[in-house]
């Protein structure tokens, strides 16, 4: 059966409605109208195959999935770069051999190492467009009709699925077959809740099996958030809105799984999920590109600094290591010989029989000394007189020397002494923010005098307005969202530590500064701005305390 033919001029390109359109029957309306009253086993639907020039077509840049490196998506979004000159731009850093972009073209192995890990096959661009060139574009790219201001007398188009399919007809153009500067589209007009859009594109996302770990931990980050608006409850006679516990949303988002590909996954997968997204956006972009699923990743969030993380995940590609091998690199696992000690004895009982044999020594040593005077030197004398070998009286000197050295360290910690401070006398510690904000956004913080709620405020409304800068400040949010609920559920945390300025004009007035525990202060803060008063004290450790008499 011939298949249909549409001239994409006859209702693409123009604005305007579809008045002057010749109306054309194809075979398949003729044999259902013919045939109305027989079942024919199918009928006809509202979808139509439209050829559309590529240059009207724009990637959805909230998609969870991320094809390209973080400065050319965000040269997109700013508009600096049209699709043309990214391609030229990704093709260009792969003639020059670099990692990322030779991962996204396909000009290097990537995947699992074994078993051990899901096989991914090469997913490479360059693969798929000489797939397209072959045969052709089996699958038509999903996309949405918009309004684009700049041109208001032609129609614009955004991806929905399909954003592969569309960089692959670019690289087709970039390397000079201009045939395909027209893709195969399947237009649809835009949902008003563009949520639609977002749970279509979670629901194929979930269902792959190749979709590397950072875009399965984005697309759970985002259900998250849409359930923590779901879940919350008002408290019953009190106007305020409690939300859900961090356990309960990602049990809840482990079922959201389920209901996509029939599988649920549990609340620490989740966790070891989101866990990812703490890394630095050019480590995300890495990773996504070589496809490194979460196993060789668990390892890579261990390592302190950007720079080791990005470092490693360049080996693992590199080196094609698994995500045991990876782990054991980080994580090496001890020879058999000391395995084998370790069972027979306990560094554990080492440890107590230790505590106890000083403190017995140190309760002798105290009864000692309450002896009366007389009493006193006849213990003294015979004590010397037992200690005449050289042993005994080494062992006399170590435990001269412990005994001091556990005084010393003891007037050490007894220093910081536990206090509990109101936020509003805390300088908001934002030197943590400077590696999650562009310049102008920490400059802006920073000239100004906020409170650490405000801060926080600025930062949610940054992160409505900016689906880049929500990127780059979910590690920061989402670090902070973890300690909160350990907060609030009332584990054992490290007290942060505290350092103290007076003013000699204002000696009963005392401003706090954190030293260590930022992450701490800023999870109080949250609490307090989601209407948790209780939580607008808090307990720390004051490590020092200086005058400032210059002002």
Not at 33 to 43: A, E
Not at 119 to 126: A, N, Y
Not at 262 to 284: F, H, K, T
Not at 310 to 315: D, G, R, S, T, V
Request: proline fraction near 5%; include cysteine.
């Amino acid at each position: 059966m011939a298949r249909r033919k549409i001239n994409i001029q006859r209702n693409l390109g123009l604005r305007g409605g579809s008045a002057d359109q010749p109306k054309t029957e194809s075979v398949i309306d003729q044999l259902s109208g013919s045939m109305s009253k027989t079942d024919i086993g199918f009928k006809p639907t509202d979808q139509h195959v439209y050829e559309v020039n590529l240059d009207r077509i724009m990637p959805d840049l909230t998609q969870p999935r991320h094809l390209l490196p973080y400065d050319l998506r965000e040269a997109l979004r700013e508009k600096k770069m049209d699709p043309f000159e990214v391609m030229r731009q990704l093709v260009l850093r792969a003639e020059q051999g670099d990692m990322m972009a030779l991962l996204v073209l396909g000009g290097r192995n990537k995947g699992p190492a074994n078993e051990e890990d899901d096989v991914i096959e090469d997913t490479g661009l360059f693969a798929l467009a000489r797939s397209i060139q072959e045969v052709g574009l089996r699958q038509p790219l999903n996309v949405y009709r918009i309004d684009d201001p700049e041109h208001p007398n032609q129609a614009s188009y955004r991806v929905g699925e399909g954003e592969r399919r569309f960089w692959a007809h670019h690289l087709l153009v970039q390397r000079g077959h201009d045939e395909f500067n027209k893709v195969r589209c399947i237009v649809e007009i835009l949902p008003e809740d563009e949520e639609v859009i977002h749970q279509r594109q979670e629901a194929e996302n979930a269902a792959r099996v190749d979709l590397p770990a950072l875009a399965r931990a984005r697309s759970m980050s985002r259900i998250r958030e849409r359930l923590n608006v779901e879940m919350r409850t008002k408290v019953p006679g009190e106007n305020t809105i409690q939300l859900p516990s961090q356990r309960d949303l990602q049990i809840a988002v482990g079922q959201k799984v389920k209901s996509f590909t029939g599988r649920a996954i549990g609340d620490r997968m989740v966790r070891n999920y989101l866990a990812l997204l703490n890394l630095s956006p050019e480590a995300q972009d890495l990773a996504e590109a070589g496809q490194l699923t979460e196993k060789q990743l668990r390892p890579v969030i261990r390592l302190r600094t950007d720079e080791e993380q990005l470092a490693f995940i360049k080996q693992i590609i590199e080196k094609n290591l698994s995500g045991r091998q990876a782990m054991q690199q980080v994580a090496p696992t001890p020879p058999p010989q000391a395995q084998s000690s370790l069972r027979e004895v306990k560094q554990t009982s080492v440890e107590q029989r230790f505590e106890k044999r000083i403190l017995d020594a140190a309760k002798t040593m105290h009864s000692l000394l309450s002896l009366p005077q007389e009493n006193y030197e006849e213990t003294i004398n015979i004590l010397a007189a037992r200690a005449s070998d050289s042993q005994t009286r080494q062992a006399l000197q170590s435990l001269r020397q412990t005994l001091e050295e556990v005084l010393l360290r003891v007037e050490d910690l007894s220093s910081a002494k536990p206090v509990e401070v109101t936020l509003l006398s805390i300088l908001p510690p934002i030197t943590i923010l400077q590696r999650h904000l562009p310049p102008e956004k920490f400059d802006l913080i920073d000239d100004e005098s906020l409170t650490g709620g405000q801060i926080l405020d600025r930062l949610f409304a940054w992160r409505q307005e900016d689906i880049v800068l929500a990127s780059r400040l979910e590690p920061f949010l989402s670090k902070i969202e973890v300690e909160a609920e350990a907060l609030r559920a009332g584990e054992p945390v490290a007290l942060p530590q505290l350092k103290g300025k007076k003013n000699m004009k204002y000696p009963d007035l005392m401003v706090y500064e954190v030293d260590m525990g930022l992450s701490i202060y800023w999870a109080h803060e949250l609490l307090v701005r989601r209407g948790e008063e209780q939580f607008k004290m808090m307990k720390a450790e004051l490590v020092s305390v200086s005058i400032d008499d210059n002002e």
